[in-house]
């Protein structure tokens, strides 16, 4: 249900900003600092590994795309990878509790995002339900990756709407410098009564033959409580519905005593987390190439805040008659995962071909849903994923990629509350892709057929199976206008074979409070787009620009009936042509740099970043919005970097959010406030110490992407503080 009886609003105006933004700048003249993010134009000369192409620019990408180092990623860490992201041009997150948040892009998620770690997907079961966490860990990221728009070719179906690719170093490419690195990290968080730890280490040991032998370690650990929110879980717009209900219930049975519904206020109850991992490898790394392995373990317990209503009948006693009892039952998340992961590259003369990079992993993945303390669904997920990629040698004016990639997938659900009977899922997929230049001229194209098999348990209900075949395209042009400015277009036709949970689910999930229902004739998902970027960076001033427009037929979404069964709303897939458009926007300004005697250099940025994505069904009289659609946000920031310390202050704009469906309600904008301060006190600049500030005016925030937006907001004001040290 939706409701909420006092809302904070925090208001900035601005003379308050300025003031602010002064004392804070001032503050850092006397005292600490946190790691800053590269300057744009910098990024913009990062080359993108997660491409078809070696060697590519960021800023000569034709499709969006965004690098975090880990400097900006343990700035922005939040815990799961959907909130470590969500401030990024053009992201949001699903945000089911601080224990589940996965990534959103451009207003798709689920089965069209993929979250890859180190190019091969994680193995778990999160693009099931917003409720399963991913299992990769941002915590020990070295390198995070995100690319917009379609990246079937290379990654398949389930990067129809981008990719998020964590690199953490656990298999070593290449050799540590001084042949011994690492690092460690605490960090404890107020809104929560948070700790979290995290280590690694990475090592020359000797050689054998011609290869040096690297080992690797890493582990982390996290607990957190319940967190702190502004005002009451519930928002303003539920609660309102709830008693407008509740007069109307007094007005129907005036003889009926009415139980006063108890508001959750200060805290979202049911939302502490535990999370514990680790990992153990071991790399040869030769001349011309590396081969190495790795295994994992990781463990996670996470609540489901919201509260989720749990319907049984009940006997008074003799006399009187039975009635319907609707309890509040908590759920919590049980997650282990383990996971070995093999990878190789080496460079040679393979006829053709210059290149070879094979992928592989294998997880056995289970996560139990517990109803109080009785186990009420265990998901398990064991599968397998692998690639080969082929670097052709090309010539003076093009180059190649070829590549096959094989996935295999045995799904189950086993308890009162399975919604998605078990299936067996194989695809396998063949990609090329060239890319050709001419002077100031790139062009770009490529192809992947894809093939994708579904086979139901025969002891479930219904279809016993469905398969699909898929063909996608696409081709792009890219121009550089001058040193400085680069533009690009790409065209696509892309085909997507609907997921398990899509075809298949039916039946009751008390995670989600919801009845899921799926359609097994639901066909091939099929986008016809349009992308064009424009990145632009010469002394002070840096700028990106990604426009696009896709044109979908069968678009498949889950969407609220305004039924109900077994005292469940019902959700159920449906497919429509949709349009989706939008943009994404960044730029940075370099406004000096100043000399001081006591901190030499401060330089001196300003940074803005704006998205907008809109998502309409075609030929749909009257409502034609899609659910769960990002409203337009925007970010600005000021930040000061020196040698001894960097010190950021930002606020983060989320706009309202009125373009809903039928059974959906609208979101509140809102603003928060942000700060970070990392100060390196020694010598050493190694040794650092972080103070990060979030939402610091307390405001009462929804994520409007979240299934529980109107049961809980986001965190309220938070302090982080942290401890580094690198070696």
């Known amino acids: ?64 795309a965004t690098v975090m180092r880990k400097e900006e990623i343990l700035r922005q860490l939040d815990g799961s990878i959907g909130e470590t992201l969500r401030r990024q041009p053009g992201m949001s997150s699903t945000f089911f509790g601080p224990g589940a948040s996965r990534p959103i892009i451009r207003g798709l998620g689920g089965d069209r995002i993929r979250v890859l ?97 690297v080992l690797h370690g890493d582990a982390m650990y996290r607990k957190t409580d319940d967190y702190k929110i502004p005002g009451f879980a519930e928002s303003e717009t539920l609660r309102a519905m709830e008693e407008a209900e509740d007069d109307h219930d007094d007005h129907e049975e005036e003889d009926h005593d009415h139980e006063e519904h108890e508001e959750v206020f200060g805290v979202a109850e049911n939302s502490a987390t535990k999370s514990t991992g680790g990992s153990a490898g071991l790399s040869f790394v030769f001349d011309n190439g590396f081969f190495g392995f790795n295994v994992r373990k990781s463990d996670s317990q996470y609540g489901v805040p919201g509260g989720h209503e749990h319907h049984h009948d009940e006997e008074e006693g003799e006399g009187e008659d039975d009635h319907d009892e609707h309890e509040e039952e908590t759920v919590t998340i049980d997650l282990d995962q383990i996971r070995y992961d093999l990878h190789g590259e080496v460079s040679g003369d393979f006829g053709w071909f210059k290149k070879a990079k094979i992928r592989f992993g294998y997880a056995d993945y289970e996560h139990t849903e517990l109803e109080g303390d009785e186990i009420g669904t265990v998901f398990s997920n064991e599968g397998w994923e692998g690639r080969l990629d082929m670097i052709e040698k090309g010539g003076e004016s093009w180059n190649g990629a070829s590549g096959i990639q094989i996935k295999h997938r045995d799904f189950s659900a086993v308890g009162d509350e399975a919604f998605v009977p078990g299936t067996v899922s194989t695809q396998y997929g063949l990609y090329s892709v060239k890319d050709f230049s001419s002077g100031a001229w790139q062009f770009e194209a490529g192809a992947r057929y894809e093939y994708t098999k579904y086979a139901v348990d025969p002891a479930a209900a219904g279809p016993s199976g469905r398969s699909f075949n898929g063909v996608s395209l696409s081709a792009g042009a890219g121009y550089d206008i001058s040193d400085a400015a680069f533009i690009g277009i790409s065209v696509f036709r892309t085909e997507r074979a609907p997921s398990t949970e899509e075809l298949f689910s039916n039946g009751p999930h008390l995670a989600t409070g919801a009845y899921e229902l799926g359609d097994a004739n639901l066909g091939l998902e099929t986008a016809l787009g349009l992308e064009a970027t424009y990145s632009y960076a010469t002394g002070p001033l840096s700028f990106v620009l990604n426009g696009f427009y896709t044109s979908y037929d069968d678009f498949i979404y889950e969407l609220a009936t305004g039924d109900e069964l077994d005292e469940l709303p019902v959700f159920a897939f449906t497919a429509n042509d949709v349009a989706l458009y939008g943009f994404e926007a960044k730029a940075e300004l370099h406004a000096g740099t100043y000399s001081t005697k006591t901190f030499g250099d401060i330089d001196l940025h300003f940074d803005a970043q704006a998205d907008l994505v809109r998502a309409e069904l075609k030929d749909v009289a009257g409502n034609d919005n899609l659910p769960r659609i990002p409203p337009m946000s925007a970010l600005v920031g000021i930040e000061a970097r020196a040698e001894l310390f960097d010190l950021r202050t930002e606020l983060e704009y989320a706009a309202k959010q009125t373009r809903v469906t039928a059974n959906e309600l609208p979101t509140d904008s809102y603003m928060l406030w942000n700060a970070y301060l990392t100060v390196r006190p020694f010598d050493n600049k190694d040794l650092s110490f972080e103070v990060r500030g979030s939402n610091l005016g307390n405001v009462d925030a929804r994520q409007h992407t979240s299934f529980l937006k109107d049961l809980v907001p986001l965190p309220g004001r938070n302090v982080k503080v942290s401890f580094r040290a690198a070696f």
Do not use: W
């Open 1 to 64: 249900m939706y409701n909420e009886r006092v809302k904070s609003v925090f208001r900035i105006n601005r003379r308050t900003l300025l003031t602010t933004t002064a004392i804070a700048l001032a503050g850092v003249c006397s005292n600490a600092t946190l790691a800053a993010a590269p300057p744009l134009d910098e990024q913009l000369e990062e080359i993108v590994v997660s491409g078809a192409f070696e060697g590519r620019k960021l800023g000569e990408t034709i499709l969006g």
């Open 117 to 213: 770690d180190a190019g091969i997907g994680s193995i778990d079961a999160s693009s099931t339900s917003p409720d399963h966490a991913v299992a990769v860990e941002p915590a020990l990221a070295e390198r995070i990756e995100i690319l917009r728009g379609t990246a079937m070719l290379m990654y398949g179906s389930s990067a129809a709407g981008g990719v998020v690719n964590v690199f953490d170093g656990r298999i070593p490419s290449t050799l540590p410098e001084g042949d011994v690195d690492g690092g460690i990290r605490y960090g404890h968080s107020t809104v929560d009564d948070g700790d979290e730890m995290t280590g690694a280490i990475t090592a020359n040991v000797g050689t054998i033959g011609g290869a040096s032998v």
